[in-house]
Nanobody, 123 residues
């Protein structure tokens, strides 16, 4: 099994920044993709960003130029630096992992999920 533990959420004013962390432990993979998704109240879960095993990073259009995903492989940890936050970024942010090198934005193609961390952006 794989455990994903997120941290770093909180309350921030519009225009501020937060950095989320997600540490993976348990089963090891020869390659994996890690991603962030978010779900706002009353809305569907949506893709935010992903970091593939090959080093490709891809983002939702709504966060491009504002969010940066990074990874420290030796720590099995992925980060999401969120800048210029907006009230519409308010959501529970989830870390996800897929145990191979396949790049995908589809949540149902990820095998493991964290518990989520709340991000609230006040106007």
């Amino acid at each position: 099994q794989v455990q994903l533990v997120e941290s770093g959420g909180g309350l921030v004013q519009a225009g501020g920044s937060l950095r989320l962390s997600c540490a993976a432990s348990g089963r090891t993979f020869s390659s994996y993709t890690m991603a962030w998704f978010r779900q706002a109240p009353g809305k569907e879960r949506e893709f935010v960003a992903a970091f593939s095993w090959s080093g490709n990073r891809f983002y939702a259009d709504s966060v491009k130029e504002r969010f940066i995903i990074s990874r420290v492989s030796r720590l099995n940890t992925v980060y999401l630096q969120m800048n210029s936050l907006r009230p519409e970024d308010t959501a529970v942010y989830y870390c996800a992992l897929r145990g191979d090198a396949y790049d995908t934005r589809r949540g149902n193609e990820y095998n493991y999920w964290g518990q989520g961390t709340q991000v609230t952006v006040s106007s």
